[in-house]
């Protein structure tokens, strides 16, 4: 108890390589008595800049293989990718292939198990940067999967890629050797396909749009309002017709901003033919 609660900070004096083994000592035995708020805390004791320096690969790789189990513990999915990230740009593991392997496939698990927005897609984006991605191609198609603006068949998915992304015999355990995370991936592949949805098609039948989720229609229903209360799409449902608007509303001042453009073109158009009228008549005169 006096080594979970001992106060340590490595921005004050002494030896920093003692005091960042000490709070990690701290994290592990607060983890373990299971006061993740009181893990989360003290890990911020630590600043990550520490690990720039020589000789900390060891530390660095026991922080964030315990902030991994702790944002794991939160369902965090993206913090857990990026605390691969973290790991797989280690000098030390970038030097065993079979380490970096590991470390990189997992960047691209918890990454398409996060969450959609604007983080998570700027991960994306860097990790399909990475010209190792190459060297795992499961993992590459998989990632291009989600990058694409086309809808996913989540059957043909599961069939095509769980004899690849799940661990053989006597090898490490991966994310996806459990239910629980190929159902949260189900998940991300509909929430995928209702952005794919808003984005071609303006308006659509519900029952159209369950068959093109492969949902009954009350499941769609609820993956559609999921999405629109985080604000991933625009939507709104008419149920008497049961139509599904995705068209967005337009502010006033947009509203305004195209009511004076049109009015310019009428104006331009009626100035144009005044001047014709005008050029007819001087012809005419003349003849």
Known sequence: RRVREAVVSTQSTGEKKEKVEFILEQMRLCYQTKDYIRTSIISKKISTKYFDSKDTDDLKMRYYRQMIDLNLHHKDYLAVSKNYHEIYTTPAVKENDAQWKEALQRVVIFLILSEYDNEQRDMLARVKADSNLSKIPYYQNVLTCFDTAELLNWSILKEVYSTHLKSKAGQATTPLDTEDNWEVLRKRVVEHNIRVIAKYYPRISLSHFASLLH?????????????????????????????????????????????????????????????????????????
Not at 225 to 249: E, H, M, S, W
Not at 255 to 270: D, H, P
């Open 215 to 287: 949902l009954e229609l009350k499941e769609a229903e609820d993956m559609l309002c999921k999405q629109v209360v985080k604000g991933t799409v625009t939507a709104k449902i008419d149920r008497l017709d049961g139509i599904v608007n995705f068209t967005k509303p337009r502010d006033t001042e947009e509203i305004l901003n195209s009511w004076s453009g049109n009015l310019n073109s009428v104006m331009t158009l009626i100035g144009n033919c005044n001047h014709l009228i005008t050029k007819e008549r001087m012809v005419h005169q003349v003849n």
